[in-house]
């Protein structure tokens, strides 16, 4: 990076829910916790060794402080994490790594406990044993983001099977949201790639995300098998990253919105514009991450395609696979 040159706002965005004002550690843990008499759950000792769940960790698990730029879950709502994670990652850069890869997961809102699950995970809070997600927060979790994740052409990763979980009347991190109690964050119907604000952190987080990126206009959007279909106009595209794709690509560029055929996106209400146009390869078909609308007097958009050409995105070992 250049001397002097401004680092992106790396802030989760106004979308993401925020859990720091209603949650600590005691109302995420002593919330309606039980311990059933039968271990039912392979609970291990921290303080043990350091073999654990089959894999021999180099030094004993510790109590860290939850960094800033873990942004997944720095404002969780405690500040202590236990290293090794719950998903046998030993060190804090391997799991900002791992851990990065979600963060555009929460802006995405498709689940009120999302942050808590993935944090208890991710950034366990520290105790003298560690204290799993129960199955039941697992599977609601699941049930609402699985299918934004298939949006983007994401599976439900294995390492998140809610059977690995314990039952809810063992110890475990229950759901937090429920109707007895405050009111989550609203749920969004919008389609997930048109879900995002106009923000130079959250322009760059889908960049990284991403296969390609281009500023490009659309010509046509028709509805196919429970899909969106963009065809993109024959007119010069400028490419911001051209990752996977090929020139003959561009030439003839459709893209798709998974299971979007009847979700609103209200930057598709007007075609003649250009659009920022971020997505993915899977499967011989271009999947939408994200579009934005090419507003010339936007400063969050300047500076998140001057960003563009310097900022070297982190390389994830995607959690998703």
């Not at 769940?53 to 109590?63: A, E, I, L, M, V």
């Not at 979790?141 to 439900?156: L, N």
Request: charged content about 25%; aromatic content about 10%; hydrophobic content about 35%.
């Amino acid at each position: 990076m250049a001397h002097g040159q401004k680092s992106p706002r790396w802030a989760l965005t106004q979308g993401s829910f925020s859990l720091a004002l209603g949650l600590s550690l005691f109302s995420l843990l002593l919330l309606p916790l039980t311990v059933s008499a039968a271990d039912e759950y392979d609970y291990y000792s921290w303080q043990s060794d350091n073999f654990h769940n089959g894999r021999f960790y180099t030094k004993q698990p510790q109590c860290v402080d939850i960094p800033a730029d873990l942004r997944l879950c720095h404002n969780v709502g405690y500040k202590k994490m236990r290293l090794p994670n719950l998903l046998d990652h030993e060190t804090m850069p391997e799991v900002k790594q791992q851990a990065g890869s979600w963060v555009p997961l929460l802006a995405k809102r498709c689940h009120a406990d999302t942050q808590v699950f993935l944090c208890s995970l991710f950034a366990p809070v520290c105790l003298d044993r560690p204290i799993y997600p129960c199955r039941s927060l697992c599977e609601a979790v699941r049930d609402s983001c699985a299918p934004v994740m298939e949006t983007y052409g994401f599976p439900w990763p294995e390492m998140l099977t809610c059977d690995k979980f314990p039952i809810d009347n063992d110890l475990c991190i229950p759901m937090q949201f429920t109707g007895n109690q405050a009111t989550p964050p609203p749920v969004s119907k919008v389609c997930p790639p048109c879900d995002n604000e106009l923000k130079a952190d959250n322009i760059m987080e889908h960049y990284c995300a991403s296969d390609f990126a281009l500023k490009m206009k659309i010509k046509e959007v028709k509805k196919e098998k429970g899909d969106r279909k963009l065809i993109a106009a024959q007119k010069k595209k400028k490419v911001l990253k051209q990752g996977v794709l090929r020139k003959k690509d561009l030439k003839k560029l459709t893209l798709y919105i998974k299971n979007g055929a009847n979700c609103p996106c209200a930057q598709l209400d007007s075609l003649g514009t250009n659009f920022l146009i971020m997505g993915r390869k899977v499967d011989q078909q271009l999947l939408l991450m994200s579009i934005h609308k090419w507003d010339k007097k936007s400063k969050e958009l300047k500076f998140a395609i001057k960003y563009m050409k310097s900022h070297q995105c982190p390389t994830y070992h995607t959690v998703f696979q």
